[in-house]
């Protein structure tokens, strides 16, 4: 994880991690925080993560199903046209890798109208069809 530090009437503001957000919730702290303030980026590492084969994010299904959550999120706080647009892209992105995580773990292919059912996304985009059909 990043090295993040803010004054903690900032982080306090911003209402702090979302516990609900059950993945990508870092991500989501400091896209709120950018939203309020100024960002300074550090390239010198702070500090480091071990990785290991029990990590909480092995759940692929739970992984995406929290990013969708977070783009979905975003594109309904920003004010910022192009960042709206990017998530709502990226929205559509993780609802296609939402439904293949849930497909893998039931050990099932859907494909074409299948992902229609599965994708917790409507579909509105073409980006999100051509996703749906591409396998």
Known sequence: MPTVVTERSLFE?????????????????CLRLALKGEVVVVREPLCSVRVHGEHYSS???????GWFRLYQKMAATTTIQDCGAYCVRMQADESLNLARAQADKANIAP??????VRCPFPGA??????GAFRE
């Open 111 to 116: 494909h074409g109208l299948h992902w229609a």
């Open 125 to 130: 985009i073409p980006h999100w069809w051509w």
């Open 13 to 29: 503001e911003v209402g702090g991690f979302d516990e609900q957000q059950l993945f990508g919730e870092f991500h989501d702290l």
């Open 59 to 65: 759940d692929r299904t739970a992984n995406h199903a």
